[in-house]
């Protein structure tokens, strides 16, 4: 695990180099806001609003816990991704069976 001076000075390095290569994407208007912290004017569907990119260096021993983050992130898109198109089912089912009673309303009324 890094000590704090050590994470503080890999904080700035990459902070610094992020502030570089976003004023090459979206131009000079970069700026820090807080230490490790970079924020950008953003418009987006012609609102305007502001982006900010934090970098932190999580305090912990265990080299893999950065890849079982990105396994879990990875992992909770796909559960709601299947929650998702479950809902989507369920409303479709729920929408073709009251489509399906108003149909049989419609031919009772036609019969009758």
């Known amino acids: 695990m890094l000590n704090q001076k050590q994470s503080t000075a890999v904080r700035a390095d990459l902070t610094a180099k992020m502030l570089d290569a976003l004023r090459a994407i979206v131009g000079e208007d970069v700026d820090y806001i807080a230490s490790g912290t970079l924020n950008f004017p953003i418009v987006f569907e012609g609102v305007e609003g502001w982006a900010e990119v934090k970098v932190s260096i999580p305090k912990t021993d265990d080299l893999d816990d950065g890849y079982l983050k ?14 998702a198109e479950e809902r989507k089912r369920k409303a479709e089912a729920k929408k073709a069976e009251a489509e399906a009673k108003k149909q049989a309303k419609a031919n009772t009324k036609k019969e009758g």
């Open 70 to 83: 990105r396994e879990d992130y990875k992992m909770r898109l796909v559960s709601n991704a299947e929650k």
